[in-house]
C-alpha cells in the first residue's frame, strides 16, 4: 500500500510524469489484489512503453519489454477476462518473435520474477497466468513460438473456453 501510495503522490506532484510510473501503480495495484485498477494502468504502460516493439526488445534488457505485459495478462486471468488476456499474450508473442527465453509459459515467467522476496507475489503472478492460460514450459507442444498456441492445444481459460491461438489469423 505505501509503494501505491508513493506513485501516486510522485504522479500528483508532476503531470508530466513518466510512463513507467503507470507500470509502478498498476504492479502494486496487482499485489494488493486490485485487479481492474492494476489491468487498466498496465495495459496504458504496455501501449506507451518506447520498448514496446521487437528492434526494443533487442537493444535492452530483454525482459525488460515485457515487465508490464507478464502482470497484465496475470490480472486479466484473475479478472476471468480471457478475450484480454488471448490479446495480451499476442502482444507478448509478438515481443518475443521466436526468441524461446522470452516465451509466454508459466516456467519464463518465474524464472524472470524469481526476485520476489515474498512468495506470496510470486505465486499470486503464476496464478493469474495459470488462468490466463499460459502453458507451463515452452517445451510444451502447445505452444509454437512462430504461431502462438497451437490449434485445439486444450489450453483453457479462466471461463473454461477453449484458448484459441492469439495468431490464429496470421
Not at 501516486?8 to 489484489?33: I, N
Not at 502462438?148 to 484459441?164: D, H, L, M, N, R
Request: proline content about 6%; some cysteine.
Amino acid at each position: 500500500a505505501a509503494a501505491a501510495e508513493a506513485v501516486e503522490t510522485a504522479m500528483r506532484l508532476d503531470p508530466d510524469y513518466p510512463s513507467r510510473y503507470r507500470y509502478w501503480l498498476g504492479f502494486a495495484k496487482f499485489h494488493l489484489e486490485e485487479f481492474d485498477e492494476a489491468a487498466t494502468l498496465l495495459a496504458e504502460d504496455v501501449e506507451r512503453n518506447p520498448h514496446g516493439t521487437a528492434e526494443g526488445c533487442y537493444s535492452i534488457f530483454f525482459f525488460q519489454c515485457l515487465s508490464s505485459i507478464i502482470p497484465l495478462v496475470a490480472a486479466y486471468g484473475h479478472l476471468g477476462r480471457d478475450e484480454d488476456a488471448r490479446t495480451a499474450i499476442a502482444a507478448w508473442l509478438k515481443r518475443a518473435e521466436g526468441r524461446s527465453e522470452m516465451a509466454p509459459t508459466l516456467s519464463r515467467a518465474r524464472l524472470h520474477w524469481d526476485h520476489f522476496r515474498h512468495s506470496g507475489y510470486l505465486e499470486r503472478l503464476l496464478e493469474g497466468l495459470r488462468k490466463a492460460g499460459l502453458p507451463p514450459t515452452d517445451k510444451d507442444p502447445s505452444i509454437d513460438m512462430t504461431r502462438g498456441f497451437a490449434a485445439g492445444s486444450g489450453y483453457q481459460g479462466t471461463t473454461g473456453a477453449p484458448v484459441k491461438s492469439p495468431n490464429a489469423d496470421l
